[in-house]
Nanobody, 117 residues
Framework: QVRLVESGGGLVPPGGSLRLSCEAS????????LAWYRQAPGQERELVAV???????HYAGSVKGRFNISRDSAKNTVYLQMNSLNSGDTAVYYC???????????WGQGTQVTVSS
């Protein structure tokens, strides 16, 4: 079992920045990838960024060059630094952990990010 707790969401003006954090606990040694997804009202949940245990990362095209995913293994935490935010980034952001051996995916409770003036 893996528990994920997100923090760092809020209201930010266009062009601003936010950093989301997600702390993992439980069977963290089995985690293969950590990721951030987001879901805007009326839309499906979409992958924003993912990072492997080896540190390789992948980004959705809409956020590439603006967002950065990183992980601090000592703190069991994954971060999402979001810069140059625009209204299209408004969504609930979810942290995700994937364990390849079992195919299990775990989700955090979500944190709201609103980009508005």
């Amino acid at each position: 079992q893996v528990r994920l707790v997100e923090s760092g969401g809020g209201l930010v003006p266009p062009g601003g920045s936010l950093r989301l954090s997600c702390e993992a606990s439980g069977n963290i040694f089995r985690i293969n990838t950590l990721a951030w997804y987001r879901q805007a009202p009326g839309q499906e949940r979409e992958l924003v960024a993912v990072i492997t245990t080896g540190g390789r990362s992948h980004y959705a095209g809409s956020v590439k060059g603006r967002f950065n995913i990183s992980r601090d293994s000592a703190k069991n935490t994954v971060y999402l630094q979001m810069n140059s935010l625009n209204s299209g980034d408004t969504a609930v952001y979810y942290c995700n952990a994937f364990i390849m051996n079992t195919g299990m995916m775990y989700w955090g409770q979500g944190t709201q990010v609103t980009v508005s003036s």
